[in-house]
């Protein structure tokens, strides 16, 4: 996708994520754009500029069971992904607990995470990926899990297309899930993270308004321009 390979892995994800301020901003972008294609319904990728005290989250749920969150908090940054069809799924053992490893070195101040609600079906901690970066760190981190010989954990699955990261990335994307090719210059335009005008917001998505899709976009924090 854009010349970008698939992570295989937790273990290839951390070596080429960017660094949080870049991915904070890609994972708006990604919002705000997906607010455009999907409408009124809900959209693949998400942004919450509020998710809790100090607190953002980057969401993504393909609506078939596979789902990630990103939290960004004044400690670092926090993922985990769920890939539902994953060996390395709690739901694949006796106990229902998380892959030996995945969190095994997760740092403490991260660690209450693990019980939030929203990462959490009834008393099951629901991940298969797990990777984060306290703010004193210099590189993305995780734990020592070895994937089982002939699965794999749901990076690839999960992940290409914020780990790719562009405008062409995302319109490919969009191409397959939605069924239609977003025009790739308004795109970029969304990746420039400045208000849109209503000819950008049509050649997203000719379907879509300005202002159908103004509370969409300040519910993901992006700028929007002032209605008269």
Not at 43 to 71: C, H, K, Q, R
Not at 81 to 92: L, N, V
Request: charged share 20%.
């Amino acid at each position: 996708m854009n010349g970008t390979p698939r992570p295989l892995d937790v273990h290839e994800l951390i070596r080429v994520l960017p660094e949080a301020p870049v991915l904070q901003a890609r994972c708006r972008a990604l919002a705000a754009v997906d607010v455009l294609m999907g409408g009124r319904g809900g959209s693949y990728f998400g942004y919450d500029p509020a998710w809790g005290p100090g607190v953002e989250a980057a969401l993504m749920n393909n609506g078939s069971g596979d789902e990630y969150t990103i939290l960004f908090t004044p400690d670092g940054v926090f993922g985990r992904g769920f890939d539902h069809e994953s060996w390395m799924s709690p739901y694949t053992n006796e106990d229902e607990e998380l892959w030996p490893g995945l969190v095994d070195t997760l740092p403490e101040v991260f660690r209450p995470l693990l019980a939030e609600p929203a990462f959490c079906d009834e008393h099951v901690t629901v991940a298969t990926v797990v990777f984060w970066r306290e703010t004193a760190d210099t590189a993305w981190r995780a734990g020592p899990v070895e994937i089982p010989e002939g699965s794999e954990d749901g990076t690839g699955r999960l992940f290409h297309v914020l780990v790719a990261g562009t405008p062409e990335a995302y319109a490919a994307f969009a191409a397959g899930y939605y069924g239609r090719e977003p025009d790739l210059a308004a795109v970029r335009r969304v990746w420039e993270v400045r208000p849109l005008t209503e000819g950008e917001v049509k050649a997203v998505n000719p379907e879509m308004t300005l202002a159908l899709a103004a509370p969409g976009l300040r519910a993901v924090g992006f700028p929007v321009a002032c209605e008269r």
